[in-house]
């Protein structure tokens, strides 16, 4: 695993084989879902109660 920063956001973010195994996982899930914006995701109660079992903050 490794932080990378994101070019377009200036923010860093997971990079790497695990973030991609993760991300892959939340899809298949229905934790995350595509949204109206390209390359975005939105993240469903299903997705927002994982995120909280962890202790990961998540906005609103």
Partial sequence: M???NDWTERVPHL???????L??????THAL???CIPRA???TPKGRAFFERLRVPVPF
Avoid: D, I, S, Y
């Fill in 23 to 28: 991300l892959k996982r939340l899809v298949e």
């Fill in 41 to 43: 995701l939105r993240l």
């Fill in 33 to 35: 879902v595509p949204h």
């Fill in 2 to 4: 490794r932080l990378c």
């Fill in 15 to 21: 990079a790497g084989p695990f973030a991609n195994a």
